[in-house]
């Protein structure tokens, strides 16, 4: 340890529907016992999964007052209001994906937070790290923390209990209700997906969490070229990467650094699997600058789809059915193709999933999982020496933006 004594805090979230924590109790516990000198509070909350005895149990301080702390730990935006100064803080702020939003106004309320809330930041003097950004140093940059795999297990659990809902069958417990994935899995063997053909875009952990339910429903994968090609008598499934659904406007072979640098050269060739496909579940990462994987005038080809999971749940993003975010409570609507206008579930039209917090209906074992990573992954090189993923998840420090995100200072100045 640097100092003698070390504290870091757990804040009280602000979102109303966010339960998860950055740390489970028995992993504070862990951690205390690990480092005598490290000091733990935890602002009290009641919509926690946990509850503030189990934390104090393990050795935590149950404060509001966490202005003492080195380093708070949030898990997703926070109350700006309640930023405190010269503070290090740790969560997904989503602000380093707004260069579509540079020099454009906006009324959008999520935008216009982002907007207030880097605008504190260097007001306050505060060290901003984005858990988003705190990577692998070589390679392909793969992120040490996420709960894209919880994501991916809950919205394709969601996505599947929507067909078993439109086919008037009596449709499963839902997954908060359970709060137990060994016990999903085991319901979800025992259903019929009767001849379900599920398209699954993406390769990163949000996918494999979705792929995880549909083998543990029974749900056969099959190749590109049977998904294509052949007919089942059975539920089965085709996975698909960008390589897969991305080509060249000009027909030369695709490569991951050209289409990373030059997507606007690329065009979605993904029509071609949903000509025959009934449900479309997307798990791959998209950005503004990507190609869109279809169209709204192309939506009357697809005869038939009839459900989109969308667990990526990028607003007019990717995917044209994506017109709102939906909640944990309410979570499906129906879009009529022709006007693209939400209708009522069950209706004619194209039936969508696109919760924006999915891994908060399994919130104990999510939030296990990301503590897991944070311990193992950011700590060492928070506390004790840095190998540079902090350096490059800073975004900001000291009043000013980091020379990677430099860019976000045209973000704030513009006005809405």
């Known amino acids: 340890m640097i100092k003698k004594y070390f504290t870091i805090s757990i804040i009280k979230e602000a979102r109303v529907d966010e339960n998860r924590s950055p740390f489970t109790p028995d992993q504070i516990q862990v951690l205390t016992d690990k480092f005598p000198n490290l000091h733990v509070f935890v602002q009290p909350s009641k919509k926690r999964c946990f509850k503030d005895e189990d934390y104090a149990k393990a050795g935590a301080k149950i404060k509001e007052d966490i202005s003492h702390s080195d380093i708070i730990f949030g898990v997703k935006e926070v109350e700006i209001s309640k930023l405190i100064e010269n503070k290090c803080y740790l969560f997904f702020s989503h602000t380093t994906k707004v260069r579509n939003y540079i020099n454009q106004a906006t009324q959008d309320k999520v935008i216009i937070y982002k907007k207030e809330l880097l605008r504190e930041i260097l007001k306050k003097n505060i060290t901003l790290i984005d858990y988003e950004n705190i990577r692998e140093v070589s390679g392909k940059g793969y992120r040490y923390l996420g709960f894209g795999r919880f994501a991916g297990i809950v919205g394709c659990y969601n996505t599947l209990n929507l067909y078993l809902k439109l086919q008037k069958e009596k449709s499963l417990p839902r997954a908060f209700e359970i709060n137990n994935y060994e016990k999903i899995k085991e319901l979800l063997s025992k259903q019929n997906f009767n001849k379900l053909k599920i398209l699954q875009t993406g390769r990163g952990n949000v996918a494999k969490g979705s792929m995880e339910v549909l083998k543990h429903a029974n749900i056969k994968q099959v190749s590109i070229n049977d998904y294509l090609n052949k007919k089942y008598n059975e539920a089965v499934f085709c996975n698909i990467s960008t390589r897969d659904y991305v080509e060249r ?134 506390i004790n020496k840095d190998d540079g993923r902090i350096n490059r998840a800073t975004t900001a420090s000291r009043g000013e933006f980091c020379p990677k995100y430099k860019y976000l200072e045209d973000f704030i100045k513009q006005k809405d």
């Open 249 to 382: 406007n000009d027909g030369k072979d695709y490569s991951v650094q050209d289409f990373a640098s030059n997507p606007h050269e690329y065009k979605s060739k993904v029509k071609n699997y949903l000509f025959d496909t009934d449900m479309l579940i997307t798990g791959h990462y998209w950005e503004p600058k990507f190609p869109k994987l279809f169209y709204p005038n192309q939506i009357n080809e697809f005869k038939n789809l009839k459900i989109i999971g969308d667990i990526t749940c990028d607003i007019d993003g990717a995917v044209p059915t994506t017109i709102r975010s939906t909640s944990i409570a309410k979570p499906y609507y129906s879009i009529d193709i022709n006007s693209m206008k939400e209708i009522d579930l069950g209706k004619e039209g194209i039936a969508v999933m696109a919760v924006d917090n999915l891994p908060s209906e399994l919130p104990n074992e999510s939030s296990e999982e990301f503590g897991d990573s944070i311990i193992s992954e950011v700590l060492p090189y928070l």
